[in-house]
T-cell receptor, first 110, second 115 residues
Framework: SQQGEEDPQALSIQEGENATMNCSYK?????LQWYRQNSGRGLVHLIL?????REKHSGRLRVTLDTSKKSSSLLITASRAADTASYFC??????????FGKGTTLSVSS | DTAVSQTPKYLVTQMGNDKSIKCEQN?????MYWYKQDSKKFLKIMFS???????INETVPNRFSPKSPDKAHLNLHINSLELGDSAVYFC??????????????FGPGTRLLVL
């Protein structure tokens, strides 16, 4: 089945730096969602961007969507150690369930 | 006041056994899901129920049988457990809107280890 692909697979940065993760997908979508998973926990919804939106902000998070390139990016500004987690994009493709990517593991060191 | 809860949190069992995982949501959502997350963190949908009715059934062995007694509960029963069933199983719920899938709320997961 088709799925989003996050890039990079792993990212290590220092506190205060920005972290950017990318997601690519294959077919047209209704919306694209980003989730965070802390180690040993369930997924937590971060942000949803609809196919007719190009950019969305939530606190230190900025998500962009380029439907012509079938890609999205998640930017976390001024990262903190507490941002250490795995980040997943999920695409809502008509007629199917949400399809999750394989995730980007972010490590923020102090 | 946990939104989506699952029991048990950990499950260690022998091959061939039958086990159940329970899920409850108190968010008033119409749609509930079961996902399987493998050791590489790949998350795959297994089942989706809307108002107690099965709407998504991915390619899952028929040893897995979901049951929804009411729209707030979706349980997963697994027969004849195999080593490859070892994974983390997540329950989730969402509002269902026509044509699109909205924010999903996940439970804490059930870590299943089959020996």
């Amino acid at each position: 089945s088709q799925q989003g692909e996050e890039d990079p697979q792993a990212l290590s940065i220092q506190e205060g730096e920005n972290a950017t993760m990318n997601c690519s997908y294959k077919t047209s979508i209704n919306n694209l969602q980003w989730y965070r998973q802390n180690s040993g926990r369930g997924l937590v919804h971060l942000i949803l961007i609809r196919s007719n939106e190009r950019e969305k902000h939530s606190g230190r998070l900025r998500v962009t969507l380029d439907t012509s390139k079938k890609s999205s990016s998640l930017l976390i500004t001024a990262s903190r150690a507490a941002d250490t987690a795995s980040y997943f994009c999920a695409t809502d493709q008509a007629g199917t369930a949400l399809i999750f990517g394989k995730g980007t593991t972010l490590s923020v060191s102090s | 006041d946990t939104a989506v809860s699952q029991t048990p949190k950990y499950l260690v069992t022998q091959m061939g056994n039958d086990k159940s995982i329970k899920c409850e949501q108190n968010l008033g959502h119409d749609t509930m899901y079961w996902y399987k997350q493998d050791s590489k963190k790949f998350l795959k949908i297994m089942f989706s129920y809307n108002n107690k009715e099965l709407i998504i059934n991915e390619t899952v062995p028929n040893r897995f049988s979901p049951k929804s007694p009411d729209k707030a509960h979706l349980n997963l029963h697994i027969n004849s457990l195999e080593l490859g069933d070892s994974a983390v199983y997540f329950c989730a719920s969402s509002h269902k809107t026509s044509g699109s899938r909205e924010t999903q709320y996940f439970g804490p997961g059930t870590r299943l280890l089959v020996l």
